[in-house]
């Protein structure tokens, strides 16, 4: 036996039990480059209970919901693709900080999807503490097809009720920060029946992004109008097995949204089996239909269009302008033709989904974003480990002791913070920061991405807790500065205070001066909405719904909840 062949045909000599066990030390890749090997061995590595061990391996669901995911798909393989390629990359915080009040978007597993869950402004009781008890509403929801195919959904609502509005995941890279709301446009063969599944741009078409924001906002609301299907229980609201739901109705859900990507409005009378294709796609909008709508007039916006002299127009005497001499095209011009070329790069056109990685600065834990952009904004979340104990999810009220509020105020505001290390050059050590992601209030008082407060992690406070701590124990205490209050908090200051550790799951912060004090717990999203403890709220307007911006300072949900005309 020659050397080369050595490892091989030793490798063939275990059995499928024994490999398996070995592929816990192998990831997704390196499995697939051992398939490439040759046929004896793709004959070992390929096969189900190798797959289910990569499933594992992975690590965004547990053993048992691995196993109630295959019911609805082909293989382990296929599974471990949606893993990989969608699930994984996409869980996780994602935020706008337009308005600044809302906008916080956790995207978790659902069954046989992934699914993105707006955690709503709100107040909570004394005992939110102890309870974890949160309001939230759909956002989107990626499922997976049998045979691993995916299908886009955006969550929202029109004047008759909810909606689900059918599009594309145009691209979804593994480092991924940054997810897109967009129309895409799609070329359509002769043949009903062939539908040219990407895109052919040529080098000069425009893409979305470069749009006019109000021709990108125009365009989202006409393609969503015409591709919206209404939607009732049990697809209302059901994204994900809780402790309360039944798996058989998951899986009913499950199918109803795979006819309605395949079928449109027609889904209910139809079979997924069936391959009889229909003569266009429920998902996209004909370009024809759209000219009827895109006219300059539909376009018209005040702030961009107003037609300005520019240097190199000259006025006479007499009042006649020269600028005919001027050969550089207005912004209104430019804008024209954008809009042209973009509406000229497809014969249809409908929703998609884009998540990609960009560079992005960032202040304290804050990235900085564009907030005119339909997008939402990855924060990473670093688990807790030796040497950064306290770095994750929290969420807290004012008051104290810990769940306990003051009767004449039997409701707070929750605040979420993103706790966050870095090394501070001003203080030359390490600092820990807690950035505000989430205020309950009705109106903004601190603004999203500022830090509630900034501790010295390294350097140990010998302040004393300054109120009546009812015999709590605290394990250690850092000195730093909490956010204080400046004009209208936009541009807050700093005063001294202290961070007291009751456990690593519990921190209290305490403003020196004030006595004020935020008591923050650590939060497991996926947990408190897998438990049942949240409460489901009904959908913005789609486009706003990804990313809502009419309002600045203000609980868009609030808004809503109140106005019946919020709708239109």
């Known amino acids: 036996m020659n050397k080369e062949s050595f490892g091989a045909c030793l490798l063939l000599t275990l059995p499928q039990d024994v490999f398996a066990v070995i592929s816990r030390f192998l990831s997704p890749s390196d499995i697939c480059n051992l398939i490439l090997c040759g046929k004896s061995i793709c004959a070992l590595v390929d096969s189900e209970k190798t797959w289910l061990v990569q499933c594992e391996v992975v690590k965004v669901i547990p053993l048992f919901e691995i196993v109630q995911w295959r019911i609805g798909i082909s293989s382990y393989k296929v599974l471990c693709r949606f893993l990989v390629e969608v699930v994984k990359p996409l869980v996780g915080i994602w935020v706008q900080e337009n308005p600044e009040l809302g906008n916080v978007v956790y995207v978790m597993p659902g069954f046989l999807s992934v699914v993105g869950c707006r955690i709503i402004p709100q107040k909570v009781g004394p005992l939110w503490i102890q309870e974890g008890r949160v309001k939230w509403s759909p956002v989107f929801e990626i499922i997976c097809g049998p045979d691993g195919s995916n299908g886009f959904f955006l969550h929202g609502r029109d004047k008759e009720g909810s909606c689900l509005y059918p599009g594309f995941v145009m691209g979804i890279e593994k480092s991924c920060n940054v997810l897109l709301l ?17 895109t052919s741009r040529k080098e000069e078409e425009i893409p979305f992004c470069k749009l006019a924001f109000s021709d990108r906002k125009n ?23 809780t402790l309360k739901d039944d798996e058989a109705m998951l899986v009913e859900r499950r199918t109803m949204l795979l006819k309605m990507h395949k079928f449109g409005g027609n889904w209910k009378n139809m079979n997924l089996e069936e391959d009889d294709q229909l003569c266009y796609n429920p998902m996209q909008v004909d370009i024809k239909e759209l000219w009827e709508y895109l006219r300059d007039d539909f376009f018209f916006d005040m702030e961009e269009d107003l037609i300005k002299v520019t240097p190199t127009e000259s006025t006479n005497v007499l009042g006649e302008s020269s600028s005919s ?4 095209p207005s912004s209104s011009e430019i804008r024209h033709s954008n809009r042209k070329s973009f509406l000229s790069s497809g014969d249809t056109f409908g929703l998609s989904l884009k998540a990609s990685y960009t560079e992005l600065d960032s202040y304290e834990g804050w990235p900085y974003m564009y907030v005119h952009h339909f997008s939402l904004y990855k924060l990473p979340v670093k688990k807790a480990v030796d040497h950064e104990v306290y770095a994750g999810l929290w969420g807290g009220t004012f008051g104290w002791p810990a769940g306990k509020f003051p009767t004449e105020k039997p409701e707070k505001a929750l605040y979420l913070l993103m706790l966050t290390y870095e090394e501070s050059k001003e203080y030359n050590e390490r600092v820990l920061i807690g ?7 009705r109106y903004v008082e601190r603004p999203n991405g500022t830090a509630m407060f900034i501790v010295n992690i390294d350097t140990p406070s010998l302040e004393p807790f300054p109120v009546d701590a009812d015999e709590t124990d605290f394990e250690n205490s850092y000195s730093g500065n909490g956010i204080a209050e400046g004009y209208g908090f936009r541009y807050p200051g700093s005063k001294p205070g202290s961070l007291f550790v009751i456990t690593n799951d519990l921190l209290a912060f305490v403003w020196q001066e004030t006595k004020d004090v935020i008591t923050l717990q650590r939060l497991i999203l996926a947990e408190i909405l897998k438990k049942g403890l949240g409460s489901c709220v009904p959908p913005l307007p789609p486009t706003k719904n990804f990313t809502y911006m009419r309002r600045s300072y203000i609980n868009e949900f609030t808004k809503s909840s109140t106005d019946p005309s919020y709708s239109e």
Not at 227 to 235: A, I, R, Y
């Open 182 to 198: 967009e129309v895409e446009p799609r070329r359509e063969k002769i043949l009903c029946n062939e539908i040219e599944r990407g």
């Open 219 to 241: 365009l989202l609301n006409i393609v969503t109008s015409h591709v919206g299907l209404h939607v009732v229980e049990p697809l209302n609201g059901k994204l994900f097995l």
């Open 325 to 328: 001499k001027n050969t550089a």
């Open 435 to 441: 950035t505000k992601i989430l205020e309950g209030n």
